[in-house]
Each structure stands twice: as C-alpha cells, then as structure tokens.
C-alpha cells in the first residue's frame, strides 16, 4: 500500500478540509502579503474572490482549525536588543488579576500562565518584555511592579542571550510533485 495514501487517510481523518480550505492554508501560512488588501491577493493566487477567502478563514477560526492570527514582529530590526522573559510565581488565586494588569501594558509584548514544575520551576506567569537596552527593559519591570502593586511577587529576570528565527507554523506543506508519481 502506498504511504503516502495512508499519511493522507489519517490526516483527513483528523481534520475535515476541502481542497480550497487547504489552499487558502497554504498561502496564509508563510504570512499575509503586505499590501492593502492582503486577502483579494491570496484570492488573486488560488482563483478564489476575496470576499470567499475571508469567510472561509473566519469558518476555519470557528472550527478551531486555525487558532490565531497575529504578527511575528523582527524586534531586533526596530532597534530592541534586550529581550527578558519575566517569570513570576504568583498565588493561584491572583494569577488572573495580576496577569490581566501586566498585560494591559504595551510594553508586555506576552503574557501567560503555564503550570507549575514543581519542585524544579515554581513560576506560573509569563511576560516578555523588550527594550533597545537592559536598563530600558529593568526599567519598565520597575514601572509594573509598582503599578500592578507586586513589590513582593518572586520573580527572575531571563534576558535572551542569542536570536532564534522567528516564523509562523507551516500547516500545509509544499508537496514535492515527485512523490505524487507512483512505480508501476
């Protein structure tokens, strides 16, 4: 039996796309084009009107199929070459509260809760915060913890010590056409 008929078996079994569904996953997954109507462009690519593409992308974020969208910012190209990771070991009963405080600053570029790893990791928020140095970055933790009133709160500093490339998660990938040719 070929493989690759099974790989796609369990895969349709798994998630229910129609062939334009995969197509329109296909070409948002590398990023939307930057132009004004980022959605008629991907229309214009699979042969589909944009007002298609954008009712399908809103049913595939229905389903659950696409979780999010949103931006992977190049930091390091604007000039922030100071990246910390925050993490704060909070009450449980606060963590909402106080995660919805730190997150309400533009400067918390993330912000979100993990479970615990006791007794190896104790932290159960996250926040990244980046500035163009690290006194900038130390500078505005001090801003939040007085705002958000968390003087007390344990937390570590973990400032990036190198980059890592940066991109969404490819869905859908590039078949390699010579696969498709099957030995008789």
């Given amino acids: 039996m070929d493989m690759k008929v099974i790989k796609t078996s369990v895969q349709a079994a798994c998630v229910e796309l129609d062939e334009p569904d995969r197509k329109i996953v296909a070409g948002i997954q590398s990023g939307l084009p930057l132009v004004s109507r980022p959605y008629a462009e991907i229309g214009k690519a699979i042969g589909m009107p944009e007002a298609e593409v954008i009712e ?8 659950g199929l696409i979780k999010r969208m949103g931006v992977v910012v190049r930091h390091r190209a604007l000039g922030y070459r100071a990246n910390a990771m925050v993490v704060w070991d909070i009450p449980d009963e606060q963590v909402s509260e106080l995660g919805k405080c730190m997150g309400c600053f533009e400067f918390v570029t993330l912000c979100y809760r993990r479970p615990r790893r006791l007794p190896d990791w104790r932290y159960n928020l996250f926040t990244m915060i980046h500035g163009r140095n690290r006194e900038e970055v ?3 933790l001090a801003f939040l913890i007085r705002r958000c009133r968390i003087e007390n709160i344990a937390h570590e500093v973990l400032f990036s010590r190198r980059c890592f490339k940066q991109r969404g998660a490819i869905y859908q990938p ?3 056409r010579s696969a498709d040719v099957s030995e008789a």
């Fill in 138 to 140: 130390m500078d505005k």
């Fill in 56 to 63: 399908r992308i809103q049913g595939l974020l229905e389903r």
């Fill in 174 to 176: 590039v078949q390699d």
